[in-house]
C-alpha cells in the first residue's frame, strides 16, 4: 500500500506510517518549515512534512483588518519565494515596498538619525512588509500541488538516529524513516533538544508589543524606528492604504500596561513619547488589530547539524537562531538557511546522498558566518540603545549620524539588509 498524495493534511494509522520510508521529513509547521519542505520536493526529493498544525490550509487573508503577525521581507526573501514559484501568486495588494528607512536617536536631535534610501543604494526597495498569512496562504496552495511532498498533522516525539537515517517515532503511534531529517520546530526546537545540542540563551527582558493602525498622514513608504531613552525601541511599517505596523520593544511590564490602554490612552502615549514626533508623522492614528505581546529573547545553537559523530539532522529558523526584532530579520535569516539548504542539496554530486556528512558539514559551515554576523550586530546595537550611561548616550547618537555620512558603511548595510542569495 501507499501513501496516497494528499492534498490536505491528515494522520497517518500506526501500521501505514510504520512502514514509510522517504528522502526527508521536515518538521515544523512555520514559514521556513513549509518553504524548505516544498523545495525539497521541487528538488525531487520524496518529503514529509510534519507539524501539529497543518490541519487548516492558511486561509488567504483579507478584508479591512490585517493580521497581528506582520513581517518585513527581504529581498533575499524574494528570491527564494521566486525560486519557489511563490512570489508571483502572492497577493501583492496586501504588501508594501519599503522605499527608505529612517532610524532616530533618543536625543532628538536634527543629526542623529540614518536614513538608507533604495534610490541612493540603486535598488527597486529596501523590503516589503506583509501578513505572514499571506506567504502561508500560498506556500500552502502550492504545497497542495506537490506530488513529492505529504504533510502529516502530528508530532514528532523521538529520533533515533543511525548510520544510513533517522526513524522518526510520531506522537500518533507511528514511525517515520527518512535519510534526512530537517529541524524546523521553532525557538524551542525539541529536535534540538534530542539531539543534545546546546545553545547559548538570552533573555532582553523585553517584549515586542504589535498592532497595527489606521493613520491620516501618508507613510510615504517608509519603515520608520525610534529608539527611547530607557532601551525602548517603536518600529512603525509602512502597510498598504495608509497603514502602519507596530513593534514596540519594552519591559514585560509596561507591555502588560500598553495592553490595556485604549484608543485615547494609545493617542496619549504616542504624543508624548519620541519627542511627539510619532503623532507628526503619522497624524492621528487608529488602532486596527488586536494588540499582541512576544517576549524576546536571543538564541544561538552551538551547532546546525547532529548529532555530532553522525550528522544526519539539519537545523533551520529558529530552531538555530532567534534574535532580538529590531532589524526584522529573523525570519530573513531562516530563509536564506532554507535557500543554502536547496543550493547545496540541488547541486550535490551525484554520488552523494542528501545526508551526506560532506553537505551537511557545508551547510553548516555557510551559515555559521552569515547568522554570527546578524546575531553580533541586532545584539549590540540593541544592548548600546539600552545602556544608560551619558557616554553610551553620546555614542549611539553620534554613530548614527556618522553612519548616515558614510555612503561605504551605508552601503554595506543596506547590502545586509537585502540579504540577497544566489540560486545557479
Ligand atoms: C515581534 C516580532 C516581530 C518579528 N518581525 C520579523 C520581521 O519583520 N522579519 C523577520 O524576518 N522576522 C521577524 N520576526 C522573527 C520571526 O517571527 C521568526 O523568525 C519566524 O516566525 C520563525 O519561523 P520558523 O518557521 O523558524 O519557526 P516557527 O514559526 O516557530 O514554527 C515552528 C513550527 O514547529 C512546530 N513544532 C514544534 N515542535 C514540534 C514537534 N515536536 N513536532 C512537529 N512539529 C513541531 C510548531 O508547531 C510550528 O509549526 C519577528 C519576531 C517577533 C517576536
New binding site residues.
Given amino acids: 500500500m501507499s501513501l496516497t498524495r494528499q492534498n490536505s493534511p491528515k494522520k497517518l494509522p500506526p501500521h501505514f506510517a510504520q512502514i514509510r520510508s522517504v528522502d526527508v521529513v521536515v518538521?515544523?509547521?512555520?514559514?521556513?518549515?513549509?518553504a524548505c519542505a516544498l523545495g525539497l520536493a521541487q528538488l525531487g526529493l520524496q518529503t514529509i512534512q510534519?507539524?501539529?498544525?497543518?490541519d487548516e490550509l492558511m486561509p488567504a487573508p483579507h478584508g479591512d483588518q490585517w493580521g497581528q503577525?506582520?513581517?518585513?521581507?527581504?529581498p533575499g526573501?524574494q528570491q527564494l519565494l521566486s525560486h519557489l514559484q511563490i512570489w508571483d501568486a502572492l497577493d501583492h495588494s496586501r504588501m508594501q515596498a519599503v522605499r527608505d528607512m529612517r532610524i532616530f536617536g533618543d536625543r532628538y536631535e536634527q543629526t542623529d538619525q540614518l536614513h538608507l534610501s533604495a534610490f541612493e543604494a540603486g535598488t527597486p526597495q529596501l523590503a516589503w512588509?506583509g501578513e505572514?498569512n499571506v506567504i502561508e496562504h500560498t506556500l500552502d496552495q502550492a504545497s497542495r500541488f506537490q506530488n513529492k511532498l505529504d504533510r502529516l498533522t502530528?508530532?514528532?516525539?523521538k529520533l533515533a538516529v543511525d548510520a544510513d537515517g533517522t526513524t522518526l517515532h510520531l506522537k500518533s503511534g507511528g514511525s517515520i524513516r527518512a535519510l534526512l531529517v530537517v529541524a524546523?520546530?521553532?525557538?524551542?526546537?525539541?529536535?534540538r533538544s534530542e539531539l543534545g545540542i546546546s545553545t547559548s540563551q538570552e533573555s532582553y527582558s523585553q517584549s515586542?508589543v504589535?498592532a497595527n493602525w489606521l493613520c491620516t498622514n501618508v507613510h510615504l513608504e517608509t519603515a520608520y524606528q525610534w529608539f527611547l531613552p530607557g532601551g525602548d525601541i517603536v518600529a512603525m511599517?509602512p502597510l498598504p492604504h495608509k497603514q502602519v505596523s507596530m513593534?514596540w520593544s519594552t519591559s514585560p511590564e509596561k507591555a502588560t500596561d500598553l495592553l490595556k490602554l485604549d484608543q485615547s490612552g494609545w493617542a496619549q502615549q504616542f504624543f508624548s513619547i519620541a519627542n511627539g514626533q510619532i503623532a507628526k508623522q503619522f497624524g492621528s492614528l487608529t488602532i486596527n488589530s488586536l494588540p499582541a505581546a512576544?517576549p524576546?529573547r536571543k538564541i544561538r545553537a552551538s551547532r546546525f547539524i547532529g548529532p555530532e559523530d553522525n550528522p544526519k539532522v539539519v537545523l533551520?529558523?529558529?530552531?538555530a537562531h532567534?534574535?532580538h526584532?529590531l532589524a526584522?530579520?529573523?525570519?530573513?535569516?531562516?530563509?536564506r538557511d532554507v535557500a543554502c539548504l536547496l543550493n547545496i542539496l540541488g547541486k550535490r554530486e551525484s554520488f552523494r546522498l542528501p545526508n551526506d556528512k560532506v553537505l551537511l558539514r557545508r551547510y553548516e559551515r555557510q551559515r555559521q558566518g552569515d547568522t554570527s554576523a546578524l546575531l553580533w550586530v541586532t545584539d549590540k546595537l540593541k544592548k548600546l540603545f539600552s545602556a544608560s550611561s551619558g557616554a553610551e548616550r553620546q555614542l549611539r547618537n553620534w554613530g548614527l549620524g556618522l553612519v548616515n555620512r558614510n555612503h561605504f558603511i551605508k552601503q554595506r548595510l543596506i547590502e545586509r539588509a537585502l540579504g540577497e542569495v544566489d540560486f545557479e
Avoid: C
Fill in positions: 518538521v515544523g509547521g512555520g514559514i521556513a518549515g513549509k510534519i507539524a501539529p498544525d497543518l503577525r506582520i513581517y518585513a521581507f527581504s526573501t512588509i505572514s502530528d508530532v514528532v516525539e524546523a520546530d521553532g525557538a524551542n526546537s525539541p529536535l515586542a504589535v511599517l513593534v512576544f524576546l533551520i529558523g529558529d530552531a532567534v534574535m526584532p526584522g530579520q529573523g525570519l530573513n535569516l531562516g530563509l
